[in-house]
């Protein structure tokens, strides 16, 4: 396991040391009045970690406590990932971002596209162009999750078996067969949605490398970044370490424990997600979030180069614009205006307008279980927040970790 530890002191990266520590009392009330039933909070600045802490259970009903090497959940952290093995293909020459989807998954060449009518009676068209690669990694593709709700694809992919995963014994070659027969919200290109878009990528890691997903991230990514935790599941052997996952109670928004939203699995699952389903340790995703924040290269291994890097968190689009304005909305806890969306992350183009503390050009994205990281490249500073309460549109635990980091610079 790799071993997380403060590296310096908070005033020597430019962090006042007191004003630093507000950040440990704050998340404890959320585990004292029972909101929360632990946390990981991870802060470092020129690649030093200035504030590691933990507080709370990763086992309410036992009492185990959050330790440095808990397994959580990332979910969504999981598509930043497959957006960086997608990338290393391409910097191979493997595919152009302006390739049609079918090249790879011939059934998307038939796709059609939801025009008037219900989920029991669609009118559909036909593609005016290909869904593109650059449209799975950029969520514009027209794609949806049947968790939305908010529309009759959703209903769609609901009747399919498509909710928060994908049906039984269902491969993701399988998957993308039924995703390809259902029809997208909207023309490819002319809309954000977030979606299964990244599962689709996942596939076309898997037709382009010859290589199951996950065995693609480990043998690609995972080993030679050392993120010897982080897969799709848990051998037993490591079980005890596996927070439990938990929901907010209707009522009182204390934590409940959720096992029936819990996939995850004691051994290799058939279908292995390029949009959600792998777990991770901090250590581990710190190491990823290390890669990312020096360009693509980290101890001497590279994955990608510095520019694929810094043309993946830019903002992509069209018209520059925001999420707010150009996507769907989002089960998050927070808007998105002054907020793009690049190449697999979100990136901040007007924090005043997002009215969050943060740098123009932070990179970042979270999970549906409370789990966020960002990249900031203007203060090279990154942060880690994990735990295990679903959804993450519970609490602005996001925003006010944000609050409490740049509250406590003073250089």
């Known amino acids: 396991m790799i071993e997380l530890k403060v590296d310096v002191e908070p005033g020597e990266v430019g962090f006042d040391t007191a004003r630093l520590a507000r950040i440990g009392p704050h998340f404890a009330r959320y585990v004292d009045d029972g909101r929360l039933p632990g946390w990981l909070i991870l802060v470092s600045r020129a690649g030093k970690i200035a504030y590691l802490g933990k507080y709370g259970c ?95 694809v959703d209903a769609l992919y609901r009747a399919a078996g498509f909710e928060y995963g994908p049906p039984a014994g269902m491969d993701l070659a399988a ?28 596939r076309v890691i898997e037709v382009i ?7 693609f991230f480990a043998e690609r990514i995972f080993q030679p970044l050392g993120m010897r935790d982080t897969r799709s599941w848990v051998p037993e052997e490591d079980a005890d370490r596996l927070a439990v996952l938990y929901g907010p109670h209707p009522e009182t928004l204390r ?18 997600l390029g949009g959600d389903g792998l777990v991770s340790t901090a250590a581990d995703y710190y190491r990823f979030t290390q890669m990312l924040r020096r360009g693509g290269e980290l101890d001497g291994v590279r994955l990608l180069g510095s ?7 830019r903002n992509h689009l069209p018209g520059g614009v925001d999420l707010e304005t150009f996507g769907r909305p989002l089960f998050a806890e927070t808007t998105f205006d002054g907020v793009g969306y690049g190449l697999g992350f979100s990136v901040v183009l007007d924090p005043v307008a997002n009215k969050v503390l943060t740098s123009p050009g932070e990179f970042a994205w979270g999970g549906v279980a409370s789990t966020a990281f960002w990249v900031d490249p203007v203060e090279d500073i990154t942060a880690l927040l994990f735990t ?24």
Not at 122 to 144: F, M, Q
Not at 175 to 202: H, I, K, R, T
Not at 391 to 407: A, C, D, G, K
Request: net charge positive; aromatic share 10%; charged share 20%.
């Open 58 to 152: 990763r086992d309410l009903e036992t009492g185990a406590p959050v330790e440095w090497d808990t397994l959580f959940r990332i979910y969504s952290m999981t598509k930043p990932i497959t957006a960086v093995a997608a990338m290393m293909l391409y910097e191979e020459g493997a595919f152009e971002l302006k390739d049609p989807v079918s090249r790879f998954i011939p059934a998307f060449a038939g796709t059609r596209v939801y025009r008037s009518g219900s989920a029991l009676k669609p009118v559909t068209e036909p593609l005016r162009e290909p869904i593109k690669i650059w449209h799975l990694i950029t969520h514009t593709a027209g794609l949806t999750y049947g968790f939305h709700q908010a529309h009759p």
């Open 175 to 202: 998957c993308c067969e039924v995703w390809a027969s259902l029809p997208l919200l909207f023309q490819p290109g002319m809309e954000w949605n977030y979606s299964v878009a990244s599962d689709v990528l996942g």
């Open 209 to 215: 490398s010859g290589q199951p997903l996950d065995r």
């Open 255 to 272: 934590a409940v424990r959720c096992d029936a939203m819990d996939r995850i699995t004691r051994q290799r699952p058939v279908c292995c």
């Open 307 to 313: 520019r694929t890097l810094r043309y993946m968190t």
């Open 388 to 411: 295990q309460l679903f959804p993450s549109s519970t609490h602005p635990l996001r925003p006010q970790l944000r609050q409490l980091v740049y509250q406590a610079l003073v250089d």
